[in-house]
């Protein structure tokens, strides 16, 4: 099969002379680290595949690396949004040598509603993504309603230091709010980890590559309950749930006992299960 546009794409400039030609000196408060090396953006496109047949949602493009490999993968479509105008005119160049394959979206992304552009196509999420905004754009995708979600995977980047977050077990340090939403809603797993040293300009840290799997049929419990569950219960993770789930203005005696947790476990103790089991007996507290 040959894509539409894909000997274009061969043809554009390499990375740096579009940003040296367009001026795009990175901006820290738009979390601007940017990828140049294509084999390193095709190697992140491949993890998300098989692309063909899917339109790509990636939140913040810069100047289009990732972008450059998504359509080079073989995306349907690839929907960019990107809050800095300054790299519109080169996410332009790549959109006319990707034959109407790449939709420019100038927003920021955790205002647009992504799936507007979609009109009920398959999607995947793919993003290097800003480390800013990365943890609330995170929460709103896992939050998203009804589930199934509208994607059928997400390839993001992170901080390696979120990615651990996300994946954490129960009894570890790392274990807290962004483990419980993303374990009971998907299957993340940390796919591979990028050196600081690949982006311009280097970051301080590492960065991880987390794949996330939707759960067809995660444990039944109300996502805004189980959120604020699981925020009384991290809110003191030393405390003793006894005393943290207080903070949910009830008495948190019987809701422990109704679940068969002991009152004296901390946050960390509990498994994603027992935290949606929570959230089903307090709704049926309220009901
Ligand atoms: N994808 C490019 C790459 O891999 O080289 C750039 C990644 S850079 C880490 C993050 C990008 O997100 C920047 O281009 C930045 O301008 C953009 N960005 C920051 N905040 C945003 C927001 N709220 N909505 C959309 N894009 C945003």
């Not at 061969?10 to 601007?32: F, H, N, T």
């Amino acid at each position: 099969m040959t894509l539409a546009g894909a000997t274009s794409l061969d043809r554009l400039p390499p990375l740096r002379e579009v940003i040296a030609r367009y001026g795009l000196a990175a901006r820290k408060s738009l979390g601007q680290n940017f990828l140049l090396d294509l084999n390193l953006t095709r190697r992140i496109a491949r993890a998300a595949g098989p692309l063909p047949g899917h339109v790509i949602i990636e939140v913040g493009p810069g100047p289009g690396g990732l972008t450059r490999a998504l359509l080079l993968e073989g995306a349907d479509e690839v929907i960019a949004i990107e809050r800095d105008e300054r790299c519109l005119p080169a996410l332009e160049e790549i959109a006319s040598a990707a034959g109407g394959r790449l939709v420019i979206v100038h927003g920021d992304a955790l205002a647009v509603d992504l799936t507007a552009y979609l009109a009920g196509r398959p999607a995947k999420i793919v993003a290097n993504l800003p480390y800013n905004v990365a943890t609330p754009l995170l929460v709103g995708w896992l939050q998203a309603d009804p589930w199934p979600p509208w994607y059928s995977s997400m390839t993001l980047m992170f901080q390696r230091e979120v990615a651990e977050r996300i994946v954490a077990r129960p009894a570890t340090k790392a274990y807290g709010r962004l483990a419980v939403l993303a374990q009971w809603r998907t299957e993340p797993r940390i796919l591979f980890d990028i050196s600081p040293r690949a982006f311009t300009p280097p970051p301080k840290v590492t960065s991880s590559v987390v794949q996330f799997t939707p759960r067809a049929r995660p444990d039944p419990c109300d996502v805004h309950l189980l959120e604020q569950v699981v925020a009384a219960a991290f809110g003191q993770r030393r405390k003793m749930l006894r005393s943290s789930l207080q903070a949910l203005s009830l008495d948190p005696l019987p809701l422990l006992a109704a679940v068969g947790i002991e009152p004296t476990r901390r946050a960390e103790q509990l498994s994603v299960a027992q935290f949606c089991a929570l959230a089903r007996t307090l709704t049926d507290d309220r009901a």
